[in-house]
């Protein structure tokens, strides 16, 4: 049926890759792009006997003209991008500029701010529209099917939602002191943000993990939940009906926590550039270089993910709680791709979310999140492609 080319060849590639290969009627042909061309090589040759084809190519994703130049090469009806957020613009460009349909899993961040926001996006809507091609942000897991989730939910089960409660829990173990679960940089920078969550139509800050709660979670028992700033709420609050509160929850172990502080206490975790021996370094970029990488972490995890939405609001005047979530095992997950489950629970929606374009299903002209489009044929194929969803009509509440 079509042809992708994906930008990025870590952790969560691979997952998209060989979930893409699993559907070769959608995906005939699949170009692994990166900076470092071996790992595109080496995903390829755990791929290659299969029905879909899979060729490889060096692409710097900073180049607007580099991605414009290997797009005019291989022809693909979508670019996945899976690269680093600091790169979304340049490739958005690229993709403007060869009339090729986008997707992503995270918004765009400019590289010297951590700074989560739709709105360099956003400002790409007309433009697509006028170039008759469809971009679809966030389609990950939160943002992402955390979306497609409350689409669902306002679909089928509600008239109004007035509050949404997103938990993002991880009981997996992977038995080092510290290590992330995904890209190091994105994830402290997410971390040490201050807080936020919306209510009453604006965002309030907290400062960073100043808000706890412990929530009893479905086959990983009660955990400690942060209030986190989630780049989700911000596009849930523009599309919800009838939406009054949003808030993003996620699970840290107080040892995380404990490293975490001191390498801030010590300036490890700082964007801004120090002198160095006569260098330019930056603290954080240099703490990923001395951490694991996320990608090594799979053969060593054990433990379930748990991610989900709980909702409040009304149908047909009577007032209604629902719970939708899915849990992960990262064994599992690595006996079928060879990755953790945080890198599972992203790449699966990726692929769906390109397969959705490919099939027509959410083409339509412009910048969209993945909540403004039909939820059905999605969810369908979570449960098809190994994130199968789970539904609690009387959960219980966050206070």
């Known amino acids: 049926m079509g042809k992708a080319l994906m930008i990025g060849a870590g952790g969560v590639a691979g997952v998209v890759a060989h979930k893409c290969c699993q559907n070769p009627e959608v995906f005939k042909e699949l170009c692994i792009a990166s900076r470092t061309v071996s790992k595109c090589d080496a995903l390829k040759s755990k791929l290659d006997g299969g029905k879909t084809k899979v060729t490889t190519a060096r692409l ?7 991605i414009i130049a290997l797009i005019e090469k291989y022809r693909p009806d979508i670019v996945i991008n899976v690269a680093l957020p600091y790169q979304d613009l340049t490739i958005m460009d690229a993709c403007l500029a060869t009339k090729v349909h986008y997707l992503d899993t995270a918004n765009y961040e400019p590289p010297d701010t951590a700074k989560f926001e739709y709105k360099w996006q956003w400002a790409y809507r007309k433009k ?3 170039a008759g091609i469809t971009a679809v ?3 990950g897991f939160d943002p992402g ?3 497609v989730f409350s689409a669902y939910a306002q679909k089928h089960y509600f008239d109004e939602i007035h509050t949404v409660d997103i938990v993002d829990a991880n009981a997996g173990d992977h038995g080092y002191p510290f290590a992330t679960n995904f890209n190091p940089e994105i994830n402290i920078r997410e971390v040490t943000a201050n807080g936020s969550y919306f209510e009453n139509g604006k965002f309030i800050e907290t400062p960073p993990m100043s808000v706890k709660r412990v929530y009893d979670l479905p086959q990983i028992g009660p955990k400690d939940i942060y209030l986190l700033h989630h780049e989700e709420m911000e596009s849930l609050a523009l599309h919800i009906k009838g939406i009054k509160r949003i808030r993003f929850w996620m699970t840290f172990s107080e040892s995380y926590l404990t490293h975490l502080k001191v390498l801030e206490n010590v300036g490890m975790t700082s964007i ?3 002198d160095f021996e006569g260098k ?5 970029q240099f703490l990923k270089a001395v951490l694991p990488d996320p990608a090594s972490l799979g053969p060593r995890t054990k433990g379930k993910t748990n991610i989900g939405c709980i909702f409040t609001g009304v ?5 209604r709680k629902y719970y939708v979530y899915n849990v992960c095992d990262h064994q599992a997950c690595y006996a079928e791709v060879g990755s953790q489950a945080i890198s599972y629970t992203t790449g699966v929606p990726a692929m769906i979310g390109a397969m959705m374009v490919l099939t027509g299903k959410w083409k339509k002209p412009g ?3 993945v909540e403004e489009f039909d939820p059905d044929p999605f969810m369908e194929a979570l449960n098809q492609y190994g994130l199968p969803w789970i539904e609690d009509f009387d959960p219980t509440l966050i206070d």
């Open 60 to 66: 710097n994703a900073d180049n607007t003209e580099e």
């Open 128 to 130: 697509f529209e006028d």
């Open 137 to 139: 942000l966030g389609s």
């Open 145 to 147: 099917v955390t979306g």
């Open 272 to 274: 801004e550039p120090i």
């Open 280 to 284: 330019q370094i930056v603290p954080l």
């Open 315 to 319: 149908k047909d005047g009577k007032e």
């Open 367 to 369: 910048v969209y999140n």
